[in-house]
Nanobody, 116 residues
Framework: QVQLVESGGGLVQPGGSLRLSCAASGFTIRTYGVRWYRQAPGKEREFVASIINAAGVTNYAESLKGRFTISRDNAKNTVYLQMNSLKPEDTAVYYC?????????WGQGTQVTVSS
């Protein structure tokens, strides 16, 4: 059974950092691409970053390049999202996603709030 469990969200001041985790089970992250998305209040869910294939090729939303870094630990079957220089506009629920056998799976999300 495919499951994704996010953690690591919280309240952080502008300029601060957080590292989100996405613990995967029921599939191997090295085989399937895992993506992070986020959804702010009143807005559509948007792509944040992805890490795919055995080589771990990464891709980012253009506006987030240089501040966010996606990585993975194959031994722990976990994907991470390191977020630096956080801004109030980064406030959102962050979700991880995977498509396995043409079916989409989402985690429950983790809330990130950037506020002073």
């Amino acid at each position: 059974q495919v499951q994704l469990v996010e953690s690591g969200g919280g309240l952080v001041q502008p300029g601060g950092s957080l590292r989100l985790s996405c613990a995967a089970s029921g599939f191997t992250i090295r085989t399937y691409g895992v993506r992070w998305y986020r959804q702010a209040p009143g807005k559509e869910r948007e792509f944040v970053a992805s890490i795919i294939n055995a080589a771990g090729v990464t891709n980012y939303a253009e506006s987030l390049k240089g501040r966010f870094t996606i990585s993975r630990d194959n031994a722990k079957n976990t994907v991470y999202l390191q977020m630096n220089s956080l801004k109030p506009e980064d406030t959102a629920v962050y979700y991880c996603h995977v498509r396995v056998w043409s079916r989409d799976y989402w985690g429950q999300g983790t809330q990130v709030t950037v506020s002073s």
